[in-house]
């Protein structure tokens, strides 16, 4: 079965520096879809970046990138130059396809803090 | 605005009271997702829908129900609740085919808190 794991309950970081979150997963399958969400405290769920596992190159959105590393199994979620609007919850999740449908594993999240 | 939209956004009820979720899924989008996120479970995968039928089910207690309706937009029927059924509760949608590729947009969530 579909694992992500993100070791970092809390981060924090300076306004304007980047900062990396990790995310590391274990799957079987061969074909298979990594996604970053933002959640602030107001609740919402943002998607924010998506990585497929034959995509040759990094994903980037923005200020967002993903520093994919198929070998490790690691899909770091990259954020430069943070705002204080960043402070959020960050979570990674995998797409699961077996049986033929479709759901998202989630990790357990990051609270990220950007002190200005 | 991710396009899903979910009603209603803030919902207080008593132990053993019933309650809906509504969801409308982005245009076009065929398959419609519930999840779960209390403090202690974390997100939980409940069940998928896609064009009007369940596909998948996940943690989803028998007091709990969905359904797709023919216009795509979904229901979640929870019932006898409990103390524990407190938490948020996300629709999802995306344009998922049975291929991968697709990304997977969530609404802002319904909070239920029951008393």
């Known amino acids: 079965a579909q694992k992500i794991t993100q070791t970092q309950p809390g981060m924090f970081v300076q306004e304007k520096e980047a900062v990396t979150l990790d995310c590391t997963y274990d799957t079987s399958d061969q074909s298979y879809g990594l996604f970053w969400y933002k959640q602030p405290s107001s609740g919402e769920m943002i998607f924010l970046i998506y990585q497929g596992s034959y995509d040759e190159q990094n994903a980037t959105e923005g200020r967002y990138s993903l520093n994919f590393q198929k070998a490790r199994k690691s899909a770091n979620l990259v954020i430069s130059a943070s705002q204080l609007g960043d402070s959020a919850m960050y979570f990674c999740a995998m797409r699961d396809t077996q049986g033929g449908s479709e759901k998202l594993v989630f990790g357990k999240g990051t609270k990220l803090t950007v002190n200005p | 605005d991710s396009g899903v939209t979910q009603t209603p956004k803030h919902l207080i009820t008593a132990t053993g009271q019933r309650v809906t979720l509504r969801c409308s899924p982005r245009?076009?989008?065929?398959?419609v997702y519930w999840y779960q996120q209390s403090l202690d479970q974390g997100l939980q995968f409940l069940i998928q829908?896609?064009?009007?039928?369940?596909?998948a089910k996940g943690n989803i207690l028998e007091r709990f129900s969905a359904q797709q309706f023919p216009d795509l937009h979904s229901e979640l029927n929870l019932s006898s609740l409990e103390l524990g059924d407190s938490a948020l509760y996300f629709c999802?949608?995306?344009?998922?085919?049975?291929?991968?590729?697709?990304?997977?947009?969530f609404g802002e969530g319904s909070w239920l808190t029951v008393v």
């Open positions: 829908y896609y064009n009007g039928e369940e596909r």
């Open positions: 245009s076009g989008d065929l398959s």
């Open positions: 999802a949608s995306s344009a998922w085919t049975g291929l991968n590729g697709n990304t997977i947009y």
